[in-house]
């Protein structure tokens, strides 16, 4: 910031986010209302080929509204209530207990027991051939769902409770209006595309140490375009305040920072690596001790 004090310019709210998140809101609800008369094969092709991206992309705009970039800091209620929104086509209660857990990950990244994107002792223990790295894949979303509750298990919000009594009373009415195929439909899409799918190549891009030394990685490929950016890795936790959509910019602004720092060319190629590679698994995280983690 003190040799390009304009990288400030680009914090602050992105103006469009909420018109694109609502689009791909009521997208996945017409998807809802084409899909109810489909064979439970078709259901599910469509559910990970199509339904599943969306939902994906949804959750990393929650990731971007929990920094407050929908409505700007001065709007914080604004930014929690839209993610609420931005939560409906996932089909579970995710946004306010993400927010809740997110800002550890940025403030002691990769503490023990604070930032609850590490994977246990016996995730990196089990899961440590091939075949069973190809299944923690799958499992993704169930560890990445239940390890805060083992990890670093924190009181339940009113916020929490409000997005699960919204996400349920969404979930009934559209099963009372097109029948379960639909919801069905929302909830297997998020499943499996938050496991075993191009697009989480992320999950493990972001901070698997590939590189002994380097515990954060940027992604500057095309499935940027579907994520809102979260492949700007290094740039987003420099500048998490920052809007997806502006990250490219901070890039080219600091170039020097960030051209000669490794980076990952493809999502798909990440996972193939993570499952082949006998140097690669669940333990590939830097793991520090905080003072916080200490006196708890």
Not at 59 to 71: E, G, K, M
Not at 181 to 186: R, T
Request: with cysteine; net charge positive.
């Amino acid at each position: 910031l003190a040799k390009y004090p304009e990288i400030k310019t680009l914090m602050g709210p992105d103006p469009h986010l909420k018109w694109i998140v609502s689009g791909m809101v009521f997208m996945q609800l017409l998807a809802c209302y084409l899909v109810k008369d489909l064979s439970w094969k078709w259901i599910f092709f469509w559910a990970y080929a199509f339904g599943g991206c969306i939902n994906h992309s949804l959750t990393l705009a929650i990731h971007d509204i929990s920094h407050n970039v929908a409505f700007g800091n001065k709007q914080a209620k604004w930014n929690r209530w839209f993610a609420v929104f931005a939560n409906l086509p996932i089909g579970i209660p995710y946004s306010a207990s993400f927010k809740k857990y997110h800002i550890d990950h940025h403030r002691y990244l990769g503490g023990d027991s604070l930032d609850v994107d590490i994977p246990t002792d016996f995730e990196g223990w089990f899961f440590c051939t091939p075949l069973r790295k190809l299944l923690w894949l799958f499992l993704q979303p169930l560890f990445y769902s239940l390890r805060p509750l083992y990890v670093n298990p924190k009181a339940i919000t009113r916020m929490e409770i409000f997005n699960a009594l919204v996400q349920f009373s969404i979930d009934l009415i559209i099963y009372y209006l097109w029948g379960l195929k639909p919801v069905i439909y929302l909830i297997a899409g998020t499943i499996l595309c938050l496991g075993f799918h191009p697009i989480s190549g992320h999950f493990i891009a972001e901070h698997y140490m590939f590189l002994k030394g380097y515990e954060t990685y940027s992604y500057y490929g095309p499935l940027n375009w579907l994520t809102f950016n979260v492949g700007y890795h290094m740039e987003h936790h420099d500048f998490p305040s920052i809007p997806g959509c502006r990250l490219p910019m901070v890039k080219k602004i600091a170039a020097e920072y960030y051209d000669n720092l490794p980076h990952h060319q493809s999502w798909i190629r990440v996972l193939w690596d993570f499952v082949f590679d006998d140097t690669l698994g669940p333990y590939s995280r830097v793991k520090r001790l905080c003072k916080l983690a200490k006196e708890s």
